[in-house]
C-alpha cells in the first residue's frame, strides 16, 4: 500500500508541474506581461548593480545580487515557456517576447560571471544591451504589435 501512495504522490507532484495552455489570447497576453514586467525588473537590478559594482568594487555583493536577478529572470522564462499558446495571435506573441527574455538572461548570465571573477570594470559593458532590452520590454505588449 505504501508504495501506490508513493507512486500517487510522485504523480501528483508532476502533475502539479505541468503548465497547460492558457485559454484565451488575454490571458497568455497577461502571462506574457507578467513575464516581461518580471525580466524588466532583474535586468534594471542587474543595471543598477553593475552600475555601483563598476564604481566602488564591492564583488561579493554584486555577485549575490546579480545571481539571485538571474534566478529570477530565468524563473519567469521557464514558467511562460512552459505555456501552451492558445492561438496563433499568441504565438505571434510569444515569437515576439522570447528573444528578449532570452537574451537578457543571457546578459545577466554574462554580468554574473564577470562579477564572479572580480571583473568590476567591464561589468557595465557588458550589462549595457539590458537597458534597450529593458526599455522593448516596458513598453510590451505594445511595442510588440
Keep these: 500500500m505504501s508504495r501506490r501512495l508513493g507512486v500517487l504522490v510522485a504523480l501528483l507532484a508532476f502533475a502539479g508541474a505541468c503548465v497547460g495552455p492558457a485559454r484565451t489570447d488575454a490571458a497568455y497576453e497577461d502571462k506574457a ?19 555601483v559594482g563598476g564604481d566602488d568594487g564591492f564583488a561579493p555583493t554584486i555577485t549575490v545580487t546579480v545571481a539571485d536577478a538571474e534566478a529570477d529572470a530565468a524563473s519567469a522564462r521557464d514558467a511562460f515557456v512552459s505555456i501552451q499558446p492558445p492561438s496563433a495571435t499568441s504565438d505571434d506573441l510569444r515569437a515576439a ?12 548570465e554574462l554580468v554574473r560571471i564577470a562579477a564572479r571573477r572580480a571583473d568590476t570594470a567591464r561589468l557595465g559593458e557588458i550589462a549595457a544591451p539590458l537597458r534597450a532590452i529593458a526599455d522593448r520590454l516596458d513598453r510590451f505588449p505594445a511595442g510588440y504589435r
Design 33 to 51: 506581461s507578467e513575464t516581461a514586467s518580471s525580466i524588466v525588473s532583474a535586468a534594471r537590478t542587474v543595471l543598477l548593480a553593475a552600475r
Design 97 to 108: 517576447l522570447i528573444p528578449d527574455v532570452q537574451r537578457a538572461v543571457e546578459i545577466i
